[in-house]
């Protein structure tokens, strides 16, 4: 069964926050997955405030992004945020740096799929759906999270190393499966506000 997850872009004064991760030590927006006897929302708020140290509320639902490939399949729903408090900080295990990038100086390695959601955010698209089939040769036909941890391991390289490796020569297929709207839609004259 696939996982339910969350991705949260904090956008400020022409910015945004993204994480480095601790285990390939890429670049990804806050994300985790959604806890039992929470909503998608407050999900979306803990990983932000456990990952960054930042509060935020959340401004606009951007879109679901399906994972599929042969590593644990997942959707993920994205949001936009803004910052009301907190100070910048990593959380141990999870993240080793947190910083605001501008938008046209997006750090690399991103995650896988990251690419399209920080796009999606920045450009004000809303209520997209959009798959996301990844086929990863380097790796078996099924691969859980924990043999991943284990190759990475056991590979002698470096953890971005070794992430780097195993996507150089991945397969990405992106198909928008609902083309949502840009916000700037909702603003173009003629249109009632309303509707």
């Known amino acids: 069964m696939a996982g339910l997850a969350v991705n949260v872009a904090v956008i400020n004064d022409g910015k945004i926050l993204l994480t480095q991760r601790d285990d390939f030590e890429t670049w990804i927006l806050p994300s985790g997955g959604v806890e ?5 929302t407050q999900a979306a708020i803990r990983e932000t405030k456990e990952e960054t140290g930042l509060d935020v509320e959340l401004e606009r639902l951007v879109g679901v992004y399906s994972r599929l490939s042969n590593m ?3 959707h993920a729903i994205l949001f936009t945020a803004k910052p009301i408090g907190g100070e910048i900080k990593c959380q141990e295990g999870e993240t080793i740096a947190v910083k605001w990038f501008a938008f046209d100086d997006i750090p690399s390695p991103l995650s896988a799929g990251h690419k ?23 790796t078996p036909e ?38 949502g709207f840009k916000r700037v839609d909702l603003e173009s004259p003629g249109r009632n506000k309303e509707e």
Do not use: H
């Not at 039992?36 to 998608?40: A, H, L, P, T, Y």
């Not at 399209?116 to 380097?138: C, M, N, P, Y």
């Open 36 to 40: 039992d006897g929470e909503s998608i």
């Open 72 to 74: 644990s399949p997942v």
């Open 116 to 138: 399209r959601r920080i796009e999606d955010a920045i450009s004000g698209v809303s209520g997209v759906t959009v798959l996301q089939e990844f086929k990863i040769s380097a």
């Open 142 to 179: 099924k691969i859980t999270r924990s043999e991943l941890m284990e190759l990475r391991d056991k590979s002698g390289l470096s953890r971005q190393d070794f992430y780097v490796k195993i996507f150089e020569n991945a397969e990405l297929k992106e198909t928008t499966e609902v083309s």
